[in-house]
């Protein structure tokens, strides 16, 4: 079955500090996506990547990075120098594109507090 | 402004009422979904309409009661709630089902804050 785990319920920050936040899954497919969303307090989950199972090159936008290591089954994520307006809540989700599910199973999310 | 709409924001209700909570989707997309947000739990997937047919029901109890009257638009009728089922309940909608590949991104509206008295 399916899994995804933050282990990482909560995290505080200061303002400039980089932030690298956790996420592991499980799963038997050989092909399956691995997103990053992003849900403020206004309440919208809002998209930030998709990653395919066989690209496993990292991916950096502006101050967010991605790292997917398919050895250990993370696909984590980055901030760096974090901002005010990064603090949200953050879920990695998977779904899987073989014969398994293909509906997303998100992580139970990781609460990011930057501090001024 | 996002793409997908959900009111009311904030609904209040007794567990004898029947209320409806409504999304609409402005992006063209043939899938929509209902998902549950309970405080520390997984964002859970309720129902997925794909071109206005149900095509994933997980195991939702009956008070719950969707319907698609077309591609644009998605109902959560809601009826003997209990006071566990007080949640954010989050609209979304992708170009396809993602069960044709896995890889749809979904597009989510700001979702309906349910509070069951």
């Known amino acids: 079955a399916q899994k995804v785990t933050q282990a990482q319920t909560e995290i505080s920050v200061v303002e400039k500090e980089d932030v690298t936040l956790d996420c592991v899954y499980e799963t038997r497919d050989t092909t399956y996506y691995l997103f990053w969303y992003k849900q403020p307090p206004s309440g919208e989950l809002v998209f930030l990547i998709r990653?395919?199972?066989?690209?496993?090159q990292n991916e950096i936008s502006g101050r967010y990075s991605w790292n997917f290591q398919k050895s250990t089954s993370s696909f984590n994520f980055t901030i760096t120098a974090s901002q005010v307006v990064d603090s949200a809540v953050y879920f990695c989700?998977?779904?899987?594109?073989?014969?398994?599910?293909?509906?997303?199973?998100f992580g139970s999310g990781t609460r990011l507090q930057v501090q001024p | 402004e996002t793409g997908v709409t959900q009111t009311p924001r904030h609904l209040v209700m007794g567990m004898t009422n029947k209320k409806s909570l409504k999304c609409e989707q402005h992006l063209g997309h043939n899938a929509m979904y209902w998902y549950k947000q309970s405080a520390k739990k997984p964002l859970e997937l309720m129902f997925v309409y794909s071109l206005e047919e149900r095509v994933e029901n997980n195991s939702v109890p009956s008070r719950f009661s969707p319907e698609c009257p077309n591609s644009s638009h998605l109902f959560l009728h809601l009826h003997t709630l209990q006071p566990e089922d007080s949640a954010l309940y989050l609209c979304?909608?992708?170009?396809?089902?993602?069960?044709?590949?896995?890889?749809?991104?979904?597009?989510f509206g700001a979702g309906s804050r349910l509070t069951v008295l």
């Open positions: 990653r395919n199972s066989f690209d496993e």
């Open positions: 989700a998977l779904s899987e594109g073989g014969t398994g599910r293909r509906a997303l199973t």
């Open positions: 979304a909608s992708s170009q396809d089902w993602a069960g044709f590949s896995g890889a749809n991104v979904l597009t």
